[in-house]
């Protein structure tokens, strides 16, 4: 008995919030009440709201901002599979203005793994990035990259503050032609949690990308962190 008016706690706690959402009453960006607020509000206990608030959050209605609290979240940004996008490119077409943070860049050697996803050798240069990609100021993807020395020599950072790929296509007159990526389900560990402002243990949509330019050589391999409270994957099939 006890378990079953939990349930139903946490069932009313999720609808009642979908209703102020739906209705307009609890508009995009606005921060829901605290899990201590709702707590009282309700006379349940504080894992009874989290449970409400957590289901919200991976049903795409609610986000967490680490250390901020909850708000409600825009339309999660769609990414499609079977085009080859960047992500300022998609933050422009949903009218989101993009920021970046570069967390570190460097040059390094070479794993094997990094040199076999590039096609040079074990040891060759390549540039390291780790950045945060921000749509509206909200954290969204965490990425690490590899770039070979050999295709770019003089690679500043700074021109990662902006679109690489216009950068490749405009500045430096490369065509870019195709990518292979592997799309999976992780969970957020501390160092990618506290990159996105989001909780240890999130749902994130872990992608590994190789790029390569219209003659088939690799420019690009990358690990990529999505908050899937903010983006989903959408393919399009034919029979």
């Known amino acids: 008995m006890p378990a079953t008016k939990q349930k139903m706690?946490?069932?009313?706690?999720?609808?009642?919030?979908?209703?102020?959402?739906?209705?307009?009453?609890?508009?995009?960006?606005?921060?829901?009440?605290?899990?201590?607020?709702?707590?009282?509000?309700?006379?349940?206990?504080?894992?009874?709201?989290?449970?409400a608030l957590n289901n919200l959050v991976n049903s795409g209605y609610l986000y967490r901002h680490k250390g901020k609290g909850t708000f409600?979240?825009?339309?999660?940004?769609?990414?499609?599979i079977y085009g080859l996008v960047g992500?300022?490119?998609?933050?422009?077409?949903?009218?989101?203005?993009?920021?970046?943070?570069?967390?570190?860049?460097?040059?390094?050697?070479?794993?094997d793994k990094v040199?076999?996803?590039?096609?040079i050798q074990p040891g060759d240069?390549?540039?390291?990035?780790?950045?945060?990609?921000l749509g509206d100021d909200i954290p969204i993807l965490y990425e690490e990259l590899y770039f070979p020395q050999s295709l770019f020599p003089k690679l500043d950072k700074k021109v990662f503050n902006g679109s690489f790929y216009n950068h490749i296509e405009s500045v430096?007159?490369?065509r870019i032609g195709y990518c292979t990526q592997k799309i999976e389900a992780r969970l957020a560990t501390k160092p990618v949690s506290d990159l996105l402002q989001i909780e240890d243990g999130e749902a994130l949509i872990y992608v590994s990308i190789v790029t390569c330019l219209e003659n088939g050589r690799?420019?690009?391999?990358?690990?990529?962190?999505?908050?899937?409270?903010?983006?989903?994957f959408v393919q399009r099939s034919f029979r």
């Open 218 to 232: 690799p420019f690009e391999y990358g690990r990529g962190y999505y908050r899937s409270d903010q983006y989903r």
């Open 125 to 133: 240069k390549v540039y390291y990035l780790r950045r945060v990609r």
């Open 87 to 111: 992500f300022s490119e998609e933050m422009k077409s949903i009218n989101r203005v993009v920021s970046n943070q570069i967390v570190s860049f460097k040059l390094i050697e070479a794993t």
């Open 172 to 174: 430096l007159g490369y």
């Open 9 to 51: 706690m946490y069932q009313i706690i999720e609808d009642d919030l979908k209703e102020l959402i739906d209705t307009g009453k609890l508009k995009q960006g606005d921060l829901v009440e605290s899990e201590n607020t709702l707590k009282d509000k309700y006379g349940v206990s504080r894992m009874t709201v989290r449970q």
């Open 115 to 119: 040199a076999n996803r590039l096609s």
């Open 72 to 80: 409600v979240s825009n339309t999660k940004i769609e990414k499609k």
